[in-house]
């Protein structure tokens, strides 16, 4: 029987053993079939050794069960031991993972400058996740500064086959040197690096050069300029150099580069062409002095030949003699005029064409310049007109010898390319010149051939003339324009022209002079001139207006009609008096005293 069940045997029937039970139960069974016979009674007796055995078969099942169960509950506890351990290991892997993946994450999340991963991020696959982005980004970024890197390597190839590129440290250290660079200093790259860059200073350039490059290459500033440098074997050789300063993350340089070009060629042909200029100058000078000197010389003889072929023009008897002499005296005079443009020329072609500062009047200026060219004027059947305004200051201090050159050289231009009409000369203030001086503005007006744009590009040029037919028909050297602009630049001012083909030119320059004496003042005009009425009879309008401004100027009511018959009407239906009538000579007129007598009745 079962340990437990001896056991309850023994606690219930404490002078009976185990071992005896089943004797004594078969003994009971045996006596209650001798004395009694009830049947439950001997079924109960007989079934009690199979109860005990029964009972001990439940001890021992209970405690096979219970065996398994703790034996069960044991490899379960080692199985949770053994998983625990394992669970632990994995979750210290896994922490260390992670940590490996954040310092990582933030690292890349640092280089890129963007904020490292909060304290409290440590779900693994939201950090795979980031470092899976991160990782792509930084392939994509290592792909293009792989790509910039090899764009650059590409530049470099192409910078080093044309430029000669040195690059040195803070201190001039040569610490790179391209083939180029070695080729034209015929140094080897290693005798170049680690030297001086001063080994190829040639001593051309003074100090205050190379301060002015430090200086500016140290501010950070890109330098330019052209350096004369020594190679190996003394020779010189000229760069045209950019010296570029490359910044650390302070901003302070701390290399240059130096991209260079040779101008050895370009220095020695600009050499050969100073020189060249040089020769060319000295020969020009040379020139223009031969010429001053010729035109000099020849100037004294021409001078006696007119005045002794005018004396004997005034003494011949006869029309041949006169003819002969006449053609002498204006040949001569031509040949002189030709002489005076090449001397004036050459005068200022080689400097020596001095201005005088002289008192003069502008009233008389103009007026010899009328006693010049009025008669050339008549001859031609021009009508000469001057426009100087009378509130112009009259005295005025400058060369009015020069001036009077200029303003006779393009009105007799003018006069000369004129077939008909009129010719303008007038004078204005321009405003202020330097030095206190007045700028003066005078214009020459003609109604002659005009001119082309192309003909107008060359007209100022030394010893050209805007056709070349000019020179047979007119004469002239082709001087007097180009010694007018020259000598109007000496007196501080410029000349142009402006002219259409066919309708006349315009030919206008200023010069700065001094004023020596006030505008007139129009208070001073008598007060009875006031209402005096002046008939201007002209068929100029033009001279008309010249007229009017100046009557207009000295307060004068006046009116412009432009003939006889016309002034008649005007006055037969005017009720107002007109005390002054200016005539125009060059109007037709049948009797001039009865043409007057006319005026005066249509006005009665």
Request: a negative charge; one cysteine or more.
């Given at each position: 029987m079962h340990r437990l069940l001896n056991r309850q045997i023994r606690r219930l029937f404490r002078s009976i053993e185990p071992e005896q039970l089943t004797g004594l139960l078969q003994q009971l069974h045996d006596l209650v079939v001798q004395q009694s016979?009830?049947?439950?009674?001997?079924?109960?007796?007989?079934?009690?050794?199979?109860?005990?055995?029964?009972?001990?078969?439940?001890?021992?099942?209970?405690?096979?069960?219970?065996?398994?169960?703790?034996?069960?509950?044991?490899?379960?506890?080692?199985e949770l031991h053994s998983a625990n351990v394992r669970l632990q290991r994995d979750a210290a892997v896994k922490g260390g993972v992670i940590a490996t993946l954040r310092q990582t994450a933030n690292e890349l999340l640092s280089a890129s400058g963007r904020d490292p991963l909060p304290e409290e991020e440590d779900n693994l696959a939201d950090v795979a996740e980031l470092m899976s982005r991160l990782v792509h980004e930084h392939d994509?970024?290592?792909?293009?500064?792989?790509?910039?890197?090899?764009?650059?390597?590409?530049?470099?190839?192409?910078?080093?086959?044309?430029?000669?590129?040195?690059?040195?440290?803070?201190?001039?250290?040569?610490?790179?040197?391209?083939?180029?660079?070695?080729?034209?200093?015929?140094?080897?790259?290693?005798?170049?690096?680690?030297?001086?860059?001063?080994?190829?200073?040639?001593?051309?350039?003074?100090?205050?050069?190379?301060?002015?490059?430090?200086?500016?290459?140290?501010?950070?500033?890109?330098?330019h300029g052209e350096i004369r440098n020594r190679a190996k074997d003394g020779s010189h050789y000229w760069v045209f150099a950019t010296i570029v300063p490359f910044p650390d993350t302070f901003g302070k340089p701390f290399q240059y580069v130096a991209i260079r070009t040779d101008i050895t060629r370009q220095k020695e042909m600009e050499e050969?062409?100073?020189?060249?200029?040089?020769?060319?100058?000295?020969?020009?000078?040379?020139?223009?002095?031969?010429?001053?000197?010729?035109?000099?010389?020849?100037?004294?003889?021409?001078?006696?030949?007119?005045?002794?072929?005018?004396?004997?023009?005034?003494?011949?008897?006869?029309?041949?003699q006169k003819e002969y002499l006449s053609k002498i005296h204006q040949a001569a005079q031509s040949l002189l005029r030709i002489i005076n443009d090449i001397l004036d020329f050459s005068k200022i072609e080689a400097g020596k064409l001095e201005l005088e500062e002289v008192d003069f009047n502008l009233d008389e200026l103009f007026q010899n310049l009328a006693n010049m060219i009025s008669l050339q004027a008549h001859e031609k059947g021009l009508e000469l007109l001057f426009d100087l305004p009378a509130d112009l200051p009259q005295q005025w201090r400058g060369d009015s010898l020069r001036l009077n050159q200029v303003l006779l050289n393009l009105t007799g231009n003018?006069?000369?390319?004129?077939?008909?009409?009129?010719?303008?000369?007038?004078?204005?203030?321009?405003?202020?010149?330097?030095?206190?001086?007045?700028?003066?503005?005078?214009?020459?007006?003609?109604?002659?051939?005009?001119?082309?744009?192309?003909?107008?590009?060359?007209?100022?040029?030394?010893?050209?003339?805007?056709?070349?037919?000019?020179?047979?028909?007119?004469?002239?050297?082709?001087?007097?324009?180009?010694?007018?602009?020259?000598?109007?630049?000496?007196?501080?001012?410029?000349?142009?022209?402006?002219?259409?083909?066919?309708?006349?030119?315009?030919?206008?320059?200023?010069?700065?002079?001094?004023?020596?004496?006030?505008?007139?003042?129009?208070?001073?005009?008598?007060?009875?001139?006031?209402?005096?009425?002046?008939?201007?009879?002209?068929?100029?309008?033009?001279?008309?207006?010249?007229?009017?401004?100046?009557?207009?100027?000295?307060?004068?009511?006046?009116?412009q009609v432009s003939s006889?018959?016309?002034?008649?009407?005007?006055?037969?239906?005017?009720s107002d008096p007109w005390r002054a009538c200016i005539w125009d000579a060059i109007l037709p007129y049948t009797d001039l005293v009865q043409d007057i007598a006319r005026l005066r009745q249509s006005h009665t």
């Amino acid at each position: 029987m079962h340990r437990l069940l001896n056991r309850q045997i023994r606690r219930l029937f404490r002078s009976i053993e185990p071992e005896q039970l089943t004797g004594l139960l078969q003994q009971l069974h045996d006596l209650v079939v001798q004395q009694s016979d009830n049947a439950e009674l001997i079924a109960v007796t007989a079934g009690l050794p199979k109860l005990l055995e029964r009972v001990s078969m439940t001890y021992e099942t209970h405690e096979r069960e219970e065996e398994l169960h703790t034996r069960s509950l044991q490899l379960s506890s080692e199985e949770l031991h053994s998983a625990n351990v394992r669970l632990q290991r994995d979750a210290a892997v896994k922490g260390g993972v992670i940590a490996t993946l954040r310092q990582t994450a933030n690292e890349l999340l640092s280089a890129s400058g963007r904020d490292p991963l909060p304290e409290e991020e440590d779900n693994l696959a939201d950090v795979a996740e980031l470092m899976s982005r991160l990782v792509h980004e930084h392939d994509q970024i290592h792909q293009k500064l792989q790509s910039a890197l090899n764009s650059l390597k590409l530049q470099q190839f192409a910078l080093d086959q044309h430029a000669i590129v040195n690059i040195t440290d803070v201190n001039g250290l040569i610490i790179y040197a391209n083939e180029n660079f070695c080729r034209i200093s015929q140094y080897t790259e290693q005798e170049l690096l680690g030297q001086n860059n001063r080994l190829i200073n040639s001593g051309f350039h003074d100090q205050a050069f190379f301060q002015h490059m430090w200086q500016t290459i140290n501010s950070g500033q890109v330098w330019h300029g052209e350096i004369r440098n020594r190679a190996k074997d003394g020779s010189h050789y000229w760069v045209f150099a950019t010296i570029v300063p490359f910044p650390d993350t302070f901003g302070k340089p701390f290399q240059y580069v130096a991209i260079r070009t040779d101008i050895t060629r370009q220095k020695e042909m600009e050499e050969a062409l100073r020189q060249t200029l040089v020769l060319a100058e000295a020969a020009n000078r040379a020139k223009s002095d031969f010429l001053a000197n010729m035109s000099h010389e020849i100037r004294t003889p021409m001078n006696a030949i007119i005045g002794m072929s005018c004396l004997a023009l005034n003494r011949a008897e006869n029309a041949r003699q006169k003819e002969y002499l006449s053609k002498i005296h204006q040949a001569a005079q031509s040949l002189l005029r030709i002489i005076n443009d090449i001397l004036d020329f050459s005068k200022i072609e080689a400097g020596k064409l001095e201005l005088e500062e002289v008192d003069f009047n502008l009233d008389e200026l103009f007026q010899n310049l009328a006693n010049m060219i009025s008669l050339q004027a008549h001859e031609k059947g021009l009508e000469l007109l001057f426009d100087l305004p009378a509130d112009l200051p009259q005295q005025w201090r400058g060369d009015s010898l020069r001036l009077n050159q200029v303003l006779l050289n393009l009105t007799g231009n003018a006069i000369k390319f004129t077939d008909g009409g009129e010719i303008v000369v007038a004078v204005a203030l321009g405003g202020e010149a330097d030095h206190g001086r007045q700028r003066l503005v005078f214009t020459v007006t003609d109604s002659g051939v005009g001119m082309s744009q192309q003909q107008m590009d060359r007209l100022f040029r030394p010893f050209t003339q805007a056709d070349s037919t000019t020179t047979r028909r007119f004469g002239g050297t082709g001087l007097g324009l180009a010694i007018s602009r020259q000598l109007v630049t000496l007196m501080g001012g410029d000349m142009a022209v402006e002219s259409i083909p066919g309708q006349g030119s315009v030919f206008r320059f200023s010069v700065a002079m001094s004023a020596i004496s006030q505008p007139l003042s129009l208070t001073s005009c008598p007060v009875n001139l006031k209402p005096v009425r002046v008939l201007v009879m002209t068929s100029s309008p033009t001279q008309g207006q010249i007229l009017g401004n100046l009557l207009q100027t000295f307060r004068f009511d006046w009116q412009q009609v432009s003939s006889l018959e016309a002034a008649i009407a005007m006055l037969s239906q005017s009720s107002d008096p007109w005390r002054a009538c200016i005539w125009d000579a060059i109007l037709p007129y049948t009797d001039l005293v009865q043409d007057i007598a006319r005026l005066r009745q249509s006005h009665t």
